[in-house]
């Protein structure tokens, strides 16, 4: 079958599928020394090493809405190679533990090597701070100027009308970058779009363009708001 040349692109849906048919590539890969674990969901793996023997994990996780995530060891005993565990970039406070060990702390933008002897029922923890964090835009990027990006952890933030209650196009953020890790309020609603951190803000709403119009801003009282944002996704 051969698509009419208006639609021989490769975009939404045929890249969904794509997608997804690559995912667990994404998620897993492998060198000559082991495992690589790229991304964090709930998943197995099932992996022949170059030494012939079998090694495979089971991953277990709330991510991205929690930050905890368990792997557990199941294949050949006595199995030694390396599992490289991906800590983030924003990601500042990780720690990894394998079994009843200590903490180990580890850089965010960069691979934990896990290099050990594996047996049946080892398990790793990985647990990842997820703080609120703020971006600004640069000044010199006009039609981005004077706005914001929230995020936590892996996933960006924003207002929905329906949501926040207020008008979305006069919200206005009061804090700073370095305030919002403090000051950001999660409150995780498990009867919300199945499950999801609610981060409520402290805001103003702005003057409306009717109040501009008719040249009203002297007489305009801020209104304090709580704006409340929900993952965009």
């Known amino acids: 079958c051969t698509l009419p040349q208006i639609n021989r692109t490769t975009c ?3 890249n969904e599928i794509r997608f997804f048919g690559a995912l667990p590539e994404y998620i897993f ?4 020394e082991g495992i690589y674990i790229n991304l964090y969901t709930s998943a197995t793996i099932n992996h022949t090493l170059t030494n012939g023997k079998k090694a495979g994990f089971i991953m277990e996780t709330g991510y991205p809405h929690g930050g905890k995530i368990v792997i557990r060891y199941q294949g ?6 390396v ?9 500042q406070d990780a720690a990894v533990k394998i079994n009843n060990g200590e903490d180990q702390k580890v850089a965010g933008g960069s691979y934990c090597e896990l290099n050990r002897t594996w047996q049946e029922g080892d398990e790793i923890t990985l647990t990842l701070a997820l703080p609120v964090r703020m971006a600004i835009s640069p000044d010199w990027i006009e039609y981005t100027a004077g706005q914001a990006v929230i995020s936590r952890g892996p996933l960006v933030y924003c207002l929905d009308q329906d949501v926040t209650q207020v008008p979305v196009e ?10 919002i890790t403090d ?21 103003l709403l702005a003057p409306s ?15 304090a708001v709580s704006l409340k944002l929900i993952p965009f996704y």
């Open 83 to 91: 599992l490289r565990v991906r800590i983030p970039a924003w990601c």
């Open 76 to 81: 050949d005993p006595a199995n030694e190679f």
């Open 12 to 14: 939404c849906l045929p």
């Open 170 to 179: 006069r919200a206005r953020l009061t804090l700073r970058p370095e305030e």
């Open 183 to 203: 000051k950001a309020k999660v409150v995780w609603q498990e009867d919300f779009l199945d499950g999801i951190n609610v981060i409520t803000l402290d805001g």
């Open 209 to 223: 363009e009717q109040q501009i119009r008719k040249a009203e801003l002297h007489r305009y009282q801020p209104e």
């Open 29 to 32: 890969s492998y060198d000559d």
